[in-house]
């Protein structure tokens, strides 16, 4: 890649993960400006994405994190312009981002993930619940979650049927759309695959009740960082096949991180994030340091397989 390409970082957007995009842009932002490209900065919270193509752009950076950064929708926008754009496209970007969709391919692709069903808005009732469980044979712990949402917002552990029934009432009065599913302990394994490669496994060991919003991007929290993830060498190389099989099977681009629960002897994979966080207390950023990819490089790596048509 020539020097002095015209980079347009996308960030912040309006999406519950603004925060966290921000941050990311920020990072990702001074590592371009030190590969010596000309880097500019573009929030779709304050200009319409249409306006991009007065920006006069080599290539998009796409650091948006959740809705309309992390499902299809901004990347519609860049196949559009046909203006070179980071990580995943369209298609990949939509099914990963809706946790029913990736579930199914990872089932038909015979990748292990949680027990899990499917609720409605629309015929929620506790007498319904209580058959759909009995019938899909589901005991607590449960899960219930937004079916596209990122940074474990909105995510519930419940323990008894009140319970879930209570937090899946609050979850309904802002999505129309929850899934639950069965609750697995065991180690919080996290792998970062880029350009079709696995790049290693990271293991959290969460101080709070799991590793949620707070977990994720708060010091305080204190949450636990493993490099590499604490696994006998054979299960670390599982993992990190079943990280790309599954990176493979989304059909994903430039760099993914798919997140997993080791319970039992098996690898269960709870999702896959095509728009991983860039920020000071991200996992793809360490998990690449530990392999002897320093941020700047990363950054690199990332435009450097910018295209359309992904």
Do not use: W
Request: proline residues 3%.
């Amino acid at each position: 890649m020539k020097k002095k390409k015209k980079i347009l970082i996308i960030l912040g957007g309006d999406s519950r993960e603004r925060k966290v995009s921000l941050e990311t842009g920020k990072a990702c932002y001074k590592a371009i400006k030190r590969l010596g490209y000309g880097v500019k900065k573009f929030d779709p919270a304050k200009k319409f994405l249409s306006e991009i193509k007065k920006s006069n752009t080599d290539i998009i950076f796409n650091a948006l994190h959740g809705k309309n950064g992390e499902d299809g929708i901004s990347q519609s926008y860049f196949e559009y312009l046909k203006i070179p754009y980071t990580h995943s496209g369209v298609i990949p970007s939509m099914i990963a981002m809706n946790k029913v969709l990736s579930k199914k391919i990872f089932v038909r692709k015979k990748i292990l993930t949680p027990k899990y069903v499917v609720l409605n808005k629309e015929n929620f009732k506790i007498k319904i619940l209580k058959v759909i469980l009995r019938k899909k044979k589901m005991t607590f712990p449960l899960v219930v979650k937004p079916v596209s949402e990122g940074s474990s917002i909105g995510v519930k552990i419940c323990k008894r049927l009140t319970q879930l029934f209570r937090e899946t009432k609050k979850l309904f009065r802002v999505y129309d759309e929850l899934i639950i599913e069965k609750f697995i302990s065991g180690q919080e394994i996290q792998v970062a695959v880029m350009n079709g490669k696995s790049l290693g496994a990271i293991e959290l060991k969460p101080r709070r009740s799991f590793y949620d919003y707070k977990a994720k991007y708060s010091r305080s929290a204190k949450t636990m960082h493993i490099m590499p993830a604490e696994l006998k060498k054979n299960k670390y190389r599982e993992v990190l096949n079943i990280a790309r099989k599954a990176h493979m099977a989304l059909k994903c681009r430039g760099v993914t991180r798919s997140d997993f629960k080791f319970y039992n002897n098996k690898f269960y994979l709870l999702e896959i994030n095509t728009q991983p966080g860039m920020t000071n207390l991200s996992l793809v950023p360490e998990i690449a340091k530990h392999i002897g990819i320093n941020f700047k490089d990363l950054v690199k790596k990332i435009l450097q397989d910018a295209s359309i048509n992904r």
